[in-house]
């Protein structure tokens, strides 16, 4: 899913994200942040995955624990080793998978610029090495269109790819996910399907202002 900033590409990963959590198939959640980018790496991404569906699926945290406890030089290798030791090796020997494994890898384009090559490697591996997990796993990306990403995915016939500005109804769309946001105020009747209507107006387009808005009058 890609799109240029504040189209709402975050919006509707964080929505899905807390569906699949509500219903047991989350597997791991990870989002960029440039405020932060010494911290956010592709193998932190990875760490992070594994750490995740190693605490959501009991066999799949086994096999991580014996790959770390045989593969102490993992802290000096890089990206594809790290994929193949910490999520592709315990993906395939995991044996009490849900029906349903969902990763989401929300604004890659965030990645840190440090290291050029790891950005580039581990969104080739997103492309590529997904297709060796067992067939339960499913993995959403969202990306601002950065031409050393998106010539990763647009030419693949295994991903399919979403551009936020095909999408129509914009406005509409923004209607009702600020109407799903507000849910417990309109039900408290602290707020108004017409003054939602309104929030919507505002947003001029931008789900990015939506979403801020949205958590600023929960008070979180």
């Known amino acids: 899913l890609h799109g240029q900033a504040g189209t709402g590409k975050s919006a509707i990963s964080h929505t899905i994200g ?7 198939n989350l597997g791991s959640f990870f989002c960029f942040d440039r405020t932060v980018s010494a911290e956010r790496t592709a193998i932190q991404a990875i760490k992070n995955i594994a750490f995740d569906l190693g605490v959501q699926i009991a066999s799949f945290g ?12 993992l802290l000096s290798s890089g990206v594809q080793e790290h994929w193949e030791k910490l999520i592709l090796k315990p ?3 995991a044996n009490d998978l849900p029906k349903q494994v969902v990763v989401i890898v929300d604004a ?13 490697k581990f969104a080739s591996l997103l ?36 551009r936020m500005e095909d999408l129509n109804g914009t ?32 947003a001029e387009g931008y789900f990015q202002w939506a979403y801020t808005v949205c958590k600023a009058l929960h008070g979180k």
């Open 18 to 24: 807390k569906k699949l959590k509500d219903s047991g």
């Open 62 to 73: 086994e096999c991580l624990v014996k790959t770390l406890d045989k593969n102490n030089h």
């Open 91 to 93: 993906a395939q020997q």
């Open 108 to 120: 890659l384009d965030e990645c840190s610029t440090k290291d050029h090559d790891q950005k580039n």
């Open 127 to 162: 492309l590529s090495e997904v297709q060796n997990l067992p067939k339960n796993f499913r993995i959403l990306v969202t990306s601002r269109p950065e031409t050393d990403i998106m010539e990763h995915f647009e030419d693949s016939n295994d991903i399919y790819v979403q």
């Open 171 to 202: 406005m509409e769309d923004i209607y009702i996910y600020v109407v799903e946001k507000m849910k417990i105020l309109i039900d408290r009747n602290l707020l108004t399907e017409k003054e939602c209507k309104t929030l919507a107006q505002h």
